[in-house]
């Protein structure tokens, strides 16, 4: 079954390079991301993962739990790991799941249900659509999520930016316009009357068209 903004993200237990994890009491009370990669030991995703190693500092600040997730058993991720920190600069700072029987990615719909068990035998591109991010909020349901092709790397800078947006809405009730950053102006919600409006924002707002309601970043 496809997975769509709003739904509650799968719950599972799992073996990981942490440990066993299970996802919703890892998650506990603050963000999460799940991210997934078709293959260990391929050279796109060991740059991402070493990426995201680096950014941990940034996922920390926002409250937000990182994991990584791929077909391979957790002996295979540990030896990749050392390769990780080798050629990227950092060692693996987050668990990565070992899903070998293909549970967690069949929930997740990253790969067909009929797909079989096991991952003895397949390929990167077998498994080339387990290439996505989710991003989960304290309710435990999923706020965004994105799928690339296996040639193209993920932009992390990107997936930090978009957790800002979401807490963002989630916080303050806002929505933000393209290419926003952190600090930058943002959009009254729809959902928000111009009455509700002017109790949150006596200071007034700008409105380059009637249904375009812009303010200051709210604190």
């Not at 009929?114 to 909020?137: C, H, K, M, Q, Y």
Request: aromatic letters at 8%; glycine letters at 8%; hydrophobic letters at 35%.
């Amino acid at each position: 079954m496809a997975l769509r903004i709003n739904d509650e993200a799968p719950n599972f237990t799992a073996d990981t390079t942490e440990g066993t994890i299970d996802f919703h009491d890892w998650i506990g009370d603050g963000w999460a991301i799940l991210f997934s990669h078709p293959k260990d030991f391929t050279p796109v995703c060991t740059t991402e993962l070493g990426a995201v190693a680096g950014l941990k500092p940034e996922f920390d600040k926002r409250n937000c739990k990182v994991m990584g997730i791929s077909v391979d058993g957790v002996s295979q991720h540990q030896e990749w790991s050392k390769d990780i920190e080798a050629s990227q600069g950092h060692a693996l700072n987050y668990p990565l799941v070992g899903d070998p029987e293909l549970k967690v990615v069949k929930a997740y719909d990253m790969l067909p249900a009929d797909t079989g068990d096991t991952s003895e035998g397949r390929t990167p591109l077998d498994n080339a659509t387990a290439r996505s991010v989710f991003i989960i909020g304290p309710d435990k349901k999923i706020k965004a999520t994105l799928t690339y092709p296996m040639s193209t790397g993920r932009n992390f800078d990107e997936i930090l930016r978009l957790v800002d947006s979401c807490q963002l809405t989630a916080n303050k009730g806002v929505a933000t316009p393209a290419n926003w950053k952190q600090g930058e102006d943002v959009i009254i919600s729809p959902a928000v009357s111009d009455e509700q409006a002017k109790e949150k924002y006596p200071e007034g707002w700008k409105t380059p068209l009637p249904y375009i309601r812009i303010v200051a970043q709210p604190k």
